[in-house]
């Protein structure tokens, strides 16, 4: 009897053992199954991502669509989120279902805008007004008794003006109510004819690029004032200036408020500095440029001629310099610009074609109306389209 129990005893021990055994390959078996379909559905996402990551968009659904009435020379711009719409007779300021926000009624022959995070400034080129918005409404006006010839505005309002007349040039600055703060002259007899200015976002910090041939050669001259503690004990608040022999530069513009670039005939020159920006780097082109398009992350500059005949070649940079993308396109276009969300757009009368940073065709497309912008949507595959007649929200397919 006592063996018969101590072997009934260790029977039982050997199944438990076995029992152990089996709940623990069970188990692996569990976890192998999770782990294959956690792997499973990881590929599954990442290839999904990928798809559509490069995928081409040929066509689109239209989400909503809206009459227009606006007239061909209507301009639109991206603003705070909604769209800026301007012509000769006034400005209208829409969300993107084109709700009415704000609309302010004006007279010009040339009118053009300039935008820096909620405000905004319509002038007049080669007129004498200047209207000073922001995301609620006209906040200044400004009215010149000399041509304009170029505005650009800060982020709190302020405007810097460069009019011309009779030889000599004036920049002037005004408060987001129209009022001077500040003025002086650039005689080009002595000092050269001024090509562009910009101005820094906080409104310290103005820059004016001037070319002079008195030397004999073309020379452009960066002149950098400073109207905060910097400046104050400076000569007429000039904190430094650069000269570039046998260049012109037509196009400076800050970029965030302490960098600014200039774009010349065959230079990209960066400046930086807080109260007295200096050149930090210099890129030399060895092409000619056909179009320059830039934000505040990316320029891109466009050549002609790629490897195939009537091609175009854009290399995209970001702001230090450095090449992110080399990119051909066959397409004519009248513009190319990069979109809210850096994506590149090149478009003509009634195509467009959109690419990524990454170099991949996202979409292209030939439209039966005029196509006169393209804003990029919340998402990757959503874009407003402005049309001959109709402004149409869609989603790619």
């Not at 390959?25 to 999904?48: F, Q």
Request: aromatic share 12%.
């Amino acid at each position: 009897m006592t063996d018969k129990g101590k072997q009934g005893f260790y029977t039982v021990e050997a199944n438990v053992k076995v029992m152990k055994q089996k709940i623990r390959r069970h188990r692996r078996r569990i976890a192998l199954g999770i782990a294959a379909v956690i792997i499973i559905a990881a590929v599954s996402a990442i290839s999904a991502g990928l798809y559509f990551t490069y995928k081409e968009y040929q066509d689109y659904k239209v989400l909503s669509e809206i009459e227009r009435s606006d007239s061909e020379a209507t301009k639109y711009e991206s603003f705070s989120g909604n769209i800026l719409r301007y012509n000769n007779d006034g400005a209208f300021y829409m969300d993107t279902s084109d709700n009415l926000i704000w609309n302010q009624a004006f007279e010009m022959q040339n009118p053009f805008a300039e935008i820096c995070k909620s405000y905004a400034a319509i002038a007049d080129l080669q007129g004498n007004q200047i209207y000073i918005m922001d995301t609620v409404g006209i906040q200044g006006e400004v009215s010149t008794n000399k041509p304009i010839y170029a505005v650009c505005v800060a982020s709190q309002g302020t405007i810097a003006v460069l009019t011309q007349e009779n030889g000599t040039s004036y920049i002037e600055l005004y408060n987001r109510n129209g009022e001077s703060l500040a003025s002086g002259e650039i005689h080009a007899a002595n000092s050269g004819y001024p090509l562009d200015i910009a101005l820094s976002d906080d409104a310290n910090k103005l820059a004016v690029s001037i070319l002079d041939f008195g030397s004999g050669h073309a020379k452009t001259t960066i002149g950098f004032y400073n109207f905060g503690s910097a400046g104050q004990n400076k000569i007429d608040n000039i904190v430094g200036s650069y000269s570039y022999d046998n260049a012109i530069i037509p196009e400076i513009s800050f970029v965030s408020n302490d960098r600014m670039i200039c774009f010349g005939d065959s230079q990209i020159i960066f400046f930086e500095g807080k109260q007295s920006p200096e050149p930090v780097n210099v890129l030399e082109t060895e092409h000619e440029i056909k179009s320059i398009f830039y934000d505040s992350e990316y320029f891109g500059l466009v050549y002609d001629g790629g490897d195939a005949a009537g091609s175009h070649k854009a290399d995209i940079y970001n702001m230090q310099g450095e090449l992110r993308l080399e990119q051909e396109f066959k397409m004519g276009y009248t513009s190319i610009e990069f979109l809210d969300n850096h994506e590149i757009c090149i478009r003509d009368e009634y195509e467009c074609e959109i690419y990524t940073l990454r170099g991949v065709k996202r979409f292209a497309y030939k439209f039966d109306d005029a196509l006169y912008k393209i804003f990029s949507g919340k998402t990757g595959k959503h874009y407003t389209f402005i049309l001959d007649g109709i402004m149409q929200k869609v989603k790619l397919k």
